[in-house]
Structure formats: structure tokens, C-alpha cells
């Protein structure tokens, strides 16, 4: 992440361009959005697309070969996409008795410095956006190495496929969007080169963001195909090669979604999942994601399995539950507890931790209040954890020190050391005590953030799940909303997340984790789904004497790299 706090001077930002080029990840771009300033966005809905400065972008002049700059008609009649969902086939129409997956609903990124054997049924970038059938591609992030990204497209199709970046450098001189339009003028530069000619359907698109003190965090790709399919992919990595080499993340990939019929009902969850996922869209205005919605409208959710849980900027009514902590809590009324005999724990585990105020006034109040949330009557309280990484657990990681730069705690002020009195009861171990239970992640720093209910067994054989999200909010007001007087939660954010829970695959069945792999032994008459776990069970609590990785200290103790860290 960069460290400079001033943006360079347009007229001053040069471009170095690597000769030979061999590659369009040669090209060096830094991405990192600075700290935002204050300032006025536009209300979407107000969106003036003659005065809008990302019209001022340069496009590059298509070739007569060349495929058209909008999102195509995806009506060809193609061979079978991959289908990275996990299921292994495509979708088939609704019945009433859908059959139970035995795999995950959730997956684990491919690590590259693990063996095979931490590797099993985890997913890489390349194969989402390397699939010869995409023709186009929608990627909201927080931080994209343009470059990069483009380089995992497919040789044959990069040229032809659109490829639509939104992040959130919406003003007009921030110098993350300087350097994202730098890096796709950067495009034309290479025409001459062999190994990337030009790409006239790179469109880069700014989010409205209302909030001086928001990010666009959110994490989403949704990916149209040639043989009428539709993807998307809800997931925690930044589109930079760094989050996805060594760092441990997650995606949720729904399957392939087929054009709706008419004729054909959808079913209540996918419908859902559908509105939700299309109004999130729709937030970011006509002008800017109107195509995509009027595009994915087409296609039938019907095979999904899940729960979209987003935040969007701007104050909204608690008592309309659309977004953040309140959607979160309408959501988890509904879930009853699986061992309502059992105490069961809630984890939130996080790669990030904000200032959250000197005494605890939001996160038992508001966010741990949310969590417990139940349909269960007379349910037992929850007891709640927090996972977070120890100094030593990133001194030892595959990145070492390097790992620390994308997991943040803060303590250098008072304030700040105020509430870590009140955090540290609640920390717990990222990196495993049981072998027998081992996710094989204890080595790959957690930029992955999850939030999961589950009664514990002590053997970690019998736990059951409750509910489980995978999101890209972390522990923060910003993300999930700061509780106003008047009846109001205020969110800064943009996040996107995936939840599930047993009730969404049928009564009787149990979500149950799964540690190494996507599956699990089948028990309870096959009415078992598994969940890929990103750390061991049973969890444990940070010792007295450790201490908590803070990206702010200066850490003398060198990493198993031989380095030492300075803030």
C-alpha cells in the first residue's frame, strides 16, 4: 500500500514503461487509494454523464477485428463453461426437491509457497478470469493492478473481452485514480508490443461515495459467458497479485446462472439473493452500473443457495434492515440455533480492526448485539471471540513482516490503547493447537473475513454451524454502521458478503466444517453440507503475554526472512 499522503501533480506523473516489455504485469502500477479527503460526491441518481471526468478518459480506437465496446449479447450457441462453483455441472431447471451439494459453499484461495496437500479444491484467479468463455466482466474492489489483472485473461479472448474496473478514486485528482488512468493510457503505449496490442473495452468506473471517511471495499466480479451463463463471485482479495499469492482469502462462486424463463418459477432464496444483489447495483446509479443491472435482470437465480448481505454509504432507517448490522440482524432472527443445549460461540474473525472509541459503546452494544440474534426463543447467550493474528503468527508467515501491510490494529494513541484493553479478552489465535483439525492455513496471513455461530464440540467432530458469512467487512463502523439517535445507522462503506446457514438446503439438514477440503464424510442420512474452514478448531485465546500484531508498532525481532519492521 502506498505511503504517501499527497497526490502527484497530473502534469508532473511520468510513466515507465519496461524495455523489452514482456508482459503487461511488468508494468509497475500502485493502486493503493489514499486516505480520502473531504468532499462532495454526487448523488447517483442526479448523475450528469456529460460531466462526469471519467468521460474525459481516453478510449483506444478499436480495430475493425476487434469486438464492440458494449457488453455483449450473450446469446451464442457455445460449448460448456467451467463452472467454478463447486457443484460440477450446470444449473438445471428448479424442482421441488433440489439435491443436497456436498461441497462447500464457500472456497479457499490457492496459496503458492503451501504443498498440494493445503491446496485441495482451493481456487485461483487465473481459472475465474481465465475461462475462454467470459466476454465480459464486471470487477468492484477496493485496489486493482490494471495490468495485472488483464494478464489473467485468456490469450485468445483478452483483446475481445470488456473489462469493467469500479472503484472508489471518484475525485477527480486523487492519485490512485490518477495512477489507474495513467496505468490504461498505459495501454495505448503498447499497441506496438507483441504481447498486448490494445484493449478498447477497458472501462474504469467511479463509485459514488458521499462519505469523506467511506471506502469502496466491496469485492465483487460478476462474469457473463458466451453460451448464455452468468457468474458471479463474491470474495475478500483486492484484484492485485499480492492478495492472491500468499495471503489466505475467500470467495464464494455462485453457479452458473441461465437465462430465466418464463416458464419457470424461480425459487424464493435465489429470487432474494437476486433483488438484493440488483438493488446493491443500482446504488451506484444509472449512469454508472445501469447496463449491468439491465444485463443480469435476465438471468435466473434460481440454484443459489445463499443470502446477499451488503452495506452501501449514506444514512438509512434501522427499521428498513437493507443494509449493514440491521439487514445482518433481520437475517439471523430467522436462523434458529442448531444445540439450543449447547452455549454457542460467535467468531468474528477480520483483517482489520478500527478505531472503534476508547470505551465499548459499539461493539457489544451494536455489532455483538447484532450477531446474537436468533429464532431460537431462550437461546443461551452467546460467548463472542475475535480472531486476529499474534506478532509471532506474522513474523512466521509465508510473507513474513510483508504480511502485516494488509492487516491493520492500531495503538499508538490513547485512545487507541483504551479499547485494546477491552479487545484482548476476546482475541484469539489465528494459526492452529490440533493437528486433527487443521485448516492448513496457519502459514498464509488472513486477509479472509469471516463471521461464524457455531456450538463447539471439544474434538471439533460433532460442531455445528449455524451460520456462516463471508464478507469484505471488517471490524469497523464504516462497514457495518454507526447507530444514530434518530432512528438512523450511518454506513461509509461499500462492502459485499455471503451467508448461509443449514435451513437454506432443506429441514434436517446440518452445516458442519470441513477442514484440507471442500467435503466431508457423509453422516446424518447424507444431509450433511460441509464448510471449508479457514482456521482450526477448537480456537484458542491469545496468552497473557503476547502480543497482537499492530501494524503501527516497530517490531525489532526479525521475521523468519531475517527481517525487522518499522511502522
Not at 472508489?168 to 492519485?175: I, R
Not at 454457542?344 to 477480520?350: E, L, V
Not at 453440507?529 to 497482537?548: G, I, N, T
Request: proline share 7%.
Amino acid at each position: 500500500m502506498s505511503s504517501s499522503s499527497s497526490s502527484p501533480n497530473p502534469k508532473r506523473l511520468k510513466l515507465d514503461l519496461p524495455s523489452p516489455l514482456r508482459s503487461l504485469s511488468s508494468l509497475q502500477c500502485d493502486v493503493s487509494p489514499p486516505l480520502l479527503a473531504e468532499g462532495t460526491a454526487s448523488d447517483p441518481t442526479a448523475f450528469d454523464r456529460d460531466r462526469d471526468p471519467l468521460t474525459d478518459l481516453p478510449r483506444l480506437a478499436p480495430s475493425e477485428s476487434k469486438a464492440p465496446q458494449q457488453v455483449v449479447d450473450l446469446t451464442a450457441d457455445a460449448p460448456g463453461a467451467k463452472d467454478l462453483s463447486g457443484s460440477g455441472s450446470k444449473p438445471e431447471a428448479p424442482t421441488p426437491t433440489t439435491a443436497l451439494t456436498s461441497s462447500s459453499p464457500f472456497r479457499l484461495t490457492r496459496i503458492r509457497d503451501l504443498p498440494n496437500s493445503e491446496n485441495r479444491d482451493t481456487v485461483g484467479v487465473e481459472e475465474i478470469l481465465g475461462d475462454v468463455m467470459l466476454r465480459a466482466v464486471w470487477l468492484f474492489n477496493y485496489m486493482h493492478e490494471i495490468p495485472w489483472v488483464l494478464d489473467q485473461l485468456d490469450e485468445d479472448i483478452k483483446d475481445h473481452v470488456e473489462v469493467n474496473f469500479v472503484h472508489g478514486n471518484w475525485k477527480a485528482d486523487d492519485g490512485t485514480r490518477l495512477t489507474m488512468e495513467a496505468c490504461f493510457l498505459a495501454l495505448a503505449v503498447l499497441t506496438s508490443q507483441a504481447m498486448a496490442k490494445d484493449h478498447p473495452n477497458v472501462r474504469l468506473v467511479a463509485a459514488y461515495m458521499p462519505e469523506a471517511f467511506g471506502t469502496h471495499h466491496t469485492k465483487i466480479m460478476v462474469l457473463f459467458r458466451a453460451d448464455d451463463t452468468a457468474q458471479v463471485v463474491i470474495h475478500t482479495a483486492n484484484m492485485i497479485s499480492f492478495d492472491w499469492t500468499n495471503m489466505t482469502q475467500a470467495a464464494w462462486i455462485s453457479p452458473l446462472l441461465p437465462l430465466a424463463k418464463d416458464s419457470q418459477p424461480p425459487s424464493p432464496v435465489g429470487e432474494t439473493f437476486k433483488k438484493d444483489l440488483l438493488e446493491y447495483f443500482s446504488f451506484y446509479g444509472k449512469a454508472r452500473t445501469g447496463r449491468l443491472v439491465d444485463q443480469l435482470r435476465k438471468y435466473s437465480f434460481s440454484a443459489v443457495k445463499a443470502i446477499f448481505i451488503g452495506s452501501v454509504p449514506g444514512r438509512h432507517r434501522v427499521s428498513e434492515a437493507k443494509w449493514g448490522w440491521p439487514k445482518l440482524r433481520k437475517v439471523l432472527r430467522t436462523i434458529p440455533a442448531s444445540s439450543p443445549d449447547k452455549r454457542p460461540k460467535i467468531m468474528a474473525q477480520c483483517s482489520s480492526i478500527a478505531t472503534l472509541g476508547q470505551n465499548n459503546t459499539w461493539l457489544n452494544p451494536v455489532l455483538f448485539s447484532a450477531l446474537s440474534a436468533t429464532a431460537t426463543k431462550d437461546a443461551k447467550k452467546p460467548e463472542f471471540g475475535i480472531i486476529f493474528p499474534t506478532v509471532q503468527e506474522i513474523r512466521d508467515s509465508l510473507n513474513g513482516y510483508a504480511s502485516g501491510s494488509s492487516i491493520h490494529l492500531r495503538t499508538a494513541s490513547a485512545q487507541q490503547q483504551k479499547q485494546l484493553s477491552y479487545l484482548k479478552p476476546l482475541l484469539h489465535h489465528w494459526s492452529s493447537a490440533d493437528d486433527a483439525t487443521r485448516a492448513g492455513r496457519d502459514l498464509a496471513a488472513p486477509h479472509i473475513k469471516t463471521y461464524i455461530r457455531f456450538s463447539e464440540d471439544p474434538a471439533g467432530a460433532d460442531t455445528n454451524i449455524d451460520w456462516a458469512l463471508v464478507t469484505s467487512a471488517n471490524l469497523s463502523t464504516q462497514a457495518w454502521g454507526a447507530a444514530e439517535k434518530d432512528g438512523t445507522v450511518r454506513i461509509c462503506s461499500y462492502e459485499a458478503g455471503v451467508l448461509v446457514h443449514p435451513g437454506l438446503w432443506g429441514q434436517g439438514v446440518e452445516l458442519k466444517p470441513a477442514f484440507l477440503k471442500d467435503e466431508r464424510t457423509q453422516d446424518n442420512g447424507g444431509r450433511v453440507v460441509p464448510l471449508r474452514m479457514p482456521y482450526s478448531l477448537p480456537v484458542r485465546k491469545h496468552d497473557a503475554k503476547e502480543e497482537v500484531w499492530c501494524v503501527d508498532k516497530q517490531w525489532r525481532e526479525v521475521d523468519w526472512l531475517g527481517r525487522s519492521y518499522a511502522a
